[in-house]
């Protein structure tokens, strides 16, 4: 499935989550990250991400797609990380 | 499922925060790790220790190919499906003459299936085909009645020659006539095109090869002897034509690619980048098309085809079911 991930955390564990989150999704802009990723991979990383964040405080919000054929992608500005794996 | 990461950009390759990242001239940029199922580099990229042993945790086999697109080497990591039972199952087939013959008569006649699984395709499109497809037909029944290799051989290459002929006939393009068979280097850009295909081909058997307990080394239409990967050189006999010369075709046909994307130098014809990056968008899009499998009855992509290939043949060499090649069905 596709995962569009958000992520409003504070700055003592901002790190460590965006650490976290770059091992299975791609950075595409502050806070933003997105990509394809396995049920398995997926639930991996929300335990892991369980692990890290400060459920009283912090928030992270998925967007689960399971596919992107009937959705658009636009961007208006910079684009800050590129995606797609042709480097 | 894994993607396969292409490399165009040149500079660094490092391990960073437990992921991948790329530093080039236009930035820094982070891939996740996880969705990696291995690497190709085209361009100048550069590398060390650490990320080396980062590949081998994560499984992740690195495959070089040189300035014109020739195949060069791969990193192949530390074997993490180890099993000393398929390896010698393996090499018991090998060994035994009757039983290699057999498993090599199968790929063969594969090949010639989906050769004429293509053909009979063009054939229906109005190309004028049909005097290659019998001869191909005719020489398919050879096959089950070789009695050694270097006999399967000549009839795999007689089927090959004949298949050839109607690329000209099947592209109908001056720019890229066939004419014979060249390699090392080819001598025109047909002969570009297909070896450039061929080598992306091996190397993606390979890469789905590392991911079982089979050994690459032992192959069986192609001797093994003392070259690095001979495996993956059958496998791939299966795959060509309904994948990489359906491209070439497709390529072709749709004038994506023309006589402007090649370039003529002292050592032979060489496809110029943005014609190789056509080339590979075409193909990285078409291993993850899927298909309705009969016998899982799902959706299959044409990447996990080739595993699956892999497992049949696993089972056949440890005497569970004998191994049937994939067709096409269109």
Request: glycine share 6%.
């Amino acid at each position: 499935m596709f995962v569009i991930l958000v992520y409003d955390v504070n700055q003592k564990r901002v790190g460590k989550v965006l650490k976290k989150c770059r091992q299975y999704l791609t950075w595409v802009q502050n806070s933003v990250l997105e990509g394809e990723i396995s049920d398995a991979n997926y639930t991996k990383l929300k335990m892991e991400l369980a692990r890290i964040i400060d459920r009283e405080e912090d928030s992270v919000i998925t967007y689960n797609l399971r596919t992107t054929k009937y959705s658009t992608r636009e961007i208006m500005g910079v684009e800050r990380g590129q995606t797609g794996n042709m480097i | 499922m894994k993607k396969t990461l292409y490399f165009f950009s040149s500079g660094e390759l490092l391990r960073k925060d437990n992921t991948l990242c790329f530093e080039g001239e236009n930035g820094r940029r982070y891939v996740p790790v996880e969705d990696v199922s291995d690497i190709m580099v085209f361009s100048e990229v550069n590398i060390n220790k650490k990320l080396l042993e980062f590949l081998s945790q994560k499984e992740i086999i690195l495959h070089y190919f040189n300035y014109y697109g020739y195949y060069m080497g791969t990193f192949y990591p530390r074997e993490h499906l180890n099993s000393g039972y398929v390896i010698l199952k393996q090499a018991e087939h090998y060994l035994d003459e009757h039983k290699r013959l057999d498993i090599a008569r199968r790929f063969v006649d594969g090949a010639a299936q989906n050769i004429g699984k293509v053909l009979k395709y063009y054939h229906s499109r109005g190309k004028n085909v049909a005097e290659e497809l019998v001869g191909i037909e005719t020489l398919q029944q050879s096959i089950g009645a070789s009695t050694a290799i270097s006999e399967l051989m000549a009839f795999e290459g007689n089927i090959r020659e004949k298949y050839y002929k109607s690329f000209d006939a099947i592209l109908g393009n001056e720019d890229f006539c066939f004419e014979e068979r060249t390699r090392r280097p080819p001598k025109n850009n047909l002969n570009t095109l297909i070896s450039f295909g061929n080598s992306l081909m091996y190397t993606l058997c390979l890469s789905e090869i590392y991911k079982t307990h089979l050994d690459p080394r032992i192959g069986y239409l192609h001797a093994t002897n003392f070259r690095r990967f001979s495996l993956n050189l059958d496998v791939a006999e299966i795959f060509k034509p309904i994948m990489i010369d359906r491209i070439i075709f497709t390529l072709i046909g749709r004038k994506m690619l023309g006589k402007k994307d090649f370039e003529h130098g002292t050592e032979g014809i060489m496809m110029k980048e943005k014609a190789k990056k056509i080339f590979i968008q075409e193909l990285d899009s078409k291993l993850n098309a899927t298909i309705k499998h009969r016998d899982i009855g799902r959706p299959v992509s044409y990447r996990r085809l080739i595993r699956l290939e892999l497992y049949k043949l696993e089972k056949h060499v440890m005497g569970e079911s004998l191994y049937e090649p994939f067709v096409a069905q269109w």
